[in-house]
């Protein structure tokens, strides 16, 4: 069941004014920075081995920090991920399964089931959380959690009413916008969150930056695109010259905060988080050394960076292989901040705090992904997914459902991470283990499937009959 959250914002806001900073004689609880990039899976990011996008400024949170390289969004689409953040619930747990305001496909095989266009206001959010805590909280950027997409519609389902005292959304650019006026909304929010830091060094603060890079369309000012073509393997189609300026400017941003934090000696008492909410559009670029991309339960979809410093606390340099999710922020940033949540939470994720300070990786018999949804960029149509150890099962519905389309495919992520080799024929057992976890998975989150299509039509399946904004 959700979670009750303060049942107004007068209640909310004097919870933030009357509670104090810290106890008294006990020491000030870290700050958190979480920024979260759009559409970003691990090849535009140069820690992770890609030489054609310099990213230094990311880059040296893994140098100074902790690298982790089986990181996974919660969803390959960007809503669900964005909720199970604030929540620390799976999407099937939520209903938030897909983009809002998502995409109908009328004469597909199967009818997309009547999921939650919005966090409700009964969840209880990772910033109401630490506001009981004593922080100051920020989000700039992009929310993408209310039932419409831009205002005044939005304003009901806004992030100031989930706990965010300083609020300033920004959105995706139109196509035809101008490529050199900060389309994207990279230096609005960064000045934004640059006197946020300035006015708040004073007390513990969650700044939360979800940019809007590198989403569609993807654009940038023409000279730094020019740059980028001229970058040896800008013919590559896992190297994009328009990404590449885009992840410049986004890399100038982190790289101004970080400075930030540093002039206001703020760095030793601040934990830096990145990360993106699903794998990179395959139109736009390659997910090498991923297969498939955004909409995709294959890694390409789901695979994302994570990088995370806290100096004095994770040690430089650190690499984990352990499988993070988008649900353990919620946990994790609770726990460092010095009160975990309280038990009768129904929360999916699982704590990083003892992993950060250097023990061992959280014990989890596996990850689950439930996506019941068509999209333009998908591949198989609705499915789930499950990982368990090194081995991953993609379970597409119209073959559970409809006993057509695409039968259950099963990879050994250890000793083929592209997913190339398909073991389902071969390893009969396996699959047949792995089915009924995802089985579970569905019946313990009360996931919402998709149905039989009276009106299927296979003539006419992939049009869709509406839009949402991705």
């Given at each position: 069941m959700p979670r009750i959250l303060l049942p107004s914002v007068v209640l909310l806001l004097f919870a933030a004014l009357s509670l104090p900073v810290s106890g008294a004689g006990s020491p000030r609880p870290p700050n958190f920075v979480f920024i979260l990039a759009d559409d970003l899976g691990t090849p535009p990011v140069g820690a992770y081995g890609n030489p054609f996008y310099p990213t230094p400024n990311i880059d040296s949170l893994a140098r100074?920090?902790?690298?982790?390289?089986?990181?996974?969004?919660?969803?390959?689409?960007?809503?669900?991920t964005r909720a199970a953040l604030m929540t620390g619930q799976y999407p099937a747990r939520t209903r938030v399964t897909d983009f809002i305001a998502g995409n109908l496909f009328p004469f597909a095989r199967l009818t997309q089931p009547e999921w939650q266009k919005f966090l409700p206001l009964s969840a209880s959010t990772l910033a109401e959380e630490l506001v009981t805590r004593g922080y100051a909280t920020a989000l700039f950027g992009k929310w993408h959690l209310a039932r419409a997409y831009t205002g005044p519609?939005?304003?009901?389902?806004?992030?100031?009413?989930?706990?965010?005292?300083?609020?300033?959304?920004?959105?995706?650019?139109?196509?035809?916008?101008?490529?050199e006026n900060d389309t994207h909304g990279v230096g609005s929010t960064t000045a934004r969150a640059l006197d946020f830091l300035a006015r708040h060094r004073d007390r513990p603060f969650f700044l939360y930056l979800p940019h809007n890079s590198i989403h569609a369309p993807v654009m940038a000012p023409r000279a730094l695109v020019e740059k980028y073509r001229a970058r040896p393997g800008s013919d590559r189609p896992e190297n994009q010259a328009v990404i590449g300026a885009?992840?410049?400017?986004?890399?100038?941003?982190?790289?101004r905060v970080l400075a930030k934090l540093d002039a206001l000696g703020l760095r030793e008492n601040t934990v830096v988080i990145f990360t993106g909410d699903n794998g990179g559009l395959l139109k736009d670029a390659g997910q090498a050394p991923h297969r498939g991309g955004k909409a995709q339960l294959h890694e390409g979809g789901i695979r994302v960076p994570l990088l995370i410093r806290w100096p004095g606390v994770i040690a430089a340099g650190r690499v984990s292989e352990a499988p993070p999710s988008t649900m353990d922020f919620f946990p994790t940033l609770l726990e460092l901040a010095g009160k975990p949540a309280a038990p009768p939470a129904a929360i999916d994720g699982v704590s990083l705090a003892a992993h950060l300070r250097g023990g061992p990786a959280p014990a989890r018999p596996a990850i689950f992904w439930h996506y019941p949804h068509y999209h333009a960029s998908g591949d198989g149509g609705p499915a789930g997914a499950v990982r368990a150890g090194d081995w991953k099962l993609v379970e597409y519905y119209e073959h559970t459902i409809a006993k057509t389309g695409r039968?259950?495919?099963?990879?050994?992520?250890?000793?083929?991470?592209?997913?190339?080799?398909?073991?389902?024929?071969?390893?009969?057992?396996?699959?047949?283990?792995?089915?009924?976890?995802?089985?579970?998975?569905?019946?313990?989150?009360?996931?919402?499937m998709p149905t039989l299509n009276p009106a299927y039509d296979p003539a006419r399946a992939k049009q869709t009959g509406g839009k949402g904004a991705d």
């Open positions: 100074d920090g902790i690298k982790f390289t089986a990181a996974y969004a919660a969803c390959p689409v960007c809503s669900p519609e939005s304003v009901a389902e806004g992030p100031d009413r989930q706990g965010f005292h300083e609020v300033f959304i920004t959105h995706k650019p139109k196509a035809g916008a101008d490529p885009m992840m410049e400017i986004l890399d100038d941003s982190v790289g039968a259950p495919e099963l990879y050994n992520l250890r000793t083929d991470p592209a997913e190339t080799k398909n073991l389902a024929v071969s390893d009969p057992a396996r699959v047949a283990n792995l089915l009924p976890l995802l089985a579970a998975h569905r019946a313990a989150t009360n996931a919402q």
